[in-house]
């Protein structure tokens, strides 16, 4: 049995959500919420939803030492693309703390990324290519909104201590598939009503 349950990923947010009573920061957190499980699901097209994201949102990453900032959707859909495709859009979360306003989301955490060992090795880190592992890393993460739509994400790490490679169990790597099933009772659609536009 796995140590880790990506069905509590985003636990943080749900008890928020049951917490907050204004109507845009709860559109907020439940938009939030939509998009890290369908990212972790493998779902990524649906989080460009025109109701989800603006036309051209901005990523910007600090994070392992290495600067990244993308540009338009297309180039955002690359990175979701490819970590579908290795598995690696499946994430942990620990002692996330949240904060919400009518412009953003501010989220603190421990995440672990689940990262196959070939592409860590690609990186020069001493570890076994063909093994499974989940980088683990303090983050903050700043999502801005506009009218309820996602603008982008600054995501940074903002302590190297913390990082740490954890080796997984061959039981304990999730697929995709098996990633998508489990989160799919999870994946809600958004409110009826944006309040941010009527």
Same mark, same amino acid.
């Given at each position: ?7 509590? #990923? ?8 049951? #917490? ?8 907020? *957190? ?11 699901? $493998?779902?990524? @097209? ?12 901005? &990523? ?5 030492? %290495?600067?990244?900032?993308?540009? $338009?959707?297309?180039?955002? =859909?690359?990175?979701?693309? %490819? ?8 994430? &942990?979360?620990?002692?996330? =703390? ?7 989301? +501010?989220?603190?955490?421990?995440? &672990? %990324? %689940? #990262?196959? $060992? ?6 020069? *880190? ?5 093994? /499974? ?9 700043? /999502?801005?909104? @506009?009218? $309820? ?18 080796? *997984? ?6 697929? +995709?598939?098996?990633?998508?099933? *489990?989160?799919?009772?999870?994946? =809600? ?10």
């Amino acid at each position: 049995m796995s140590r880790y349950d990506i069905t509590r #990923t985003n636990i943080a947010v749900e008890r928020l959500i049951e #917490t907050t009573t204004d109507p845009r920061h709860l559109y907020l *957190l439940h938009a939030y919420n939509r998009h890290r499980y369908l990212e972790m699901a $493998g779902r990524f @097209e649906e989080i460009f939803a025109p109701d989800m994201t603006v036309a051209e949102p901005i &990523y910007h990453f600090n994070m392992l030492g %290495q600067t990244l900032t993308l540009e $338009g959707a297309e180039a955002v =859909k690359g990175v979701y693309s %490819q970590w579908s495709a290795s598995a690696q859009c499946i994430f &942990y979360a620990e002692d996330e =703390k949240l904060a919400v306003s009518d412009d953003m989301i +501010v989220s603190t955490a421990f995440i &672990y %990324q %689940q #990262t196959p $060992g070939k592409v860590l090795a690609a990186e020069g *880190l001493p570890v076994d290519p063909e093994a /499974w592992y989940l980088m683990k890393t303090a983050e903050h993460m700043v /999502w801005p909104y @506009e009218n $309820g739509l996602l603008v982008g994400e600054d995501v940074w790490e903002y302590d190297e201590r913390h990082r740490e490679v954890i080796p *997984l169990d061959p039981s304990e790597v999730l697929t +995709v598939e098996q990633s998508a099933a *489990l989160l799919a009772p999870l994946i =809600k659609p958004l409110p009826a009503t944006n309040p941010f536009t009527g």
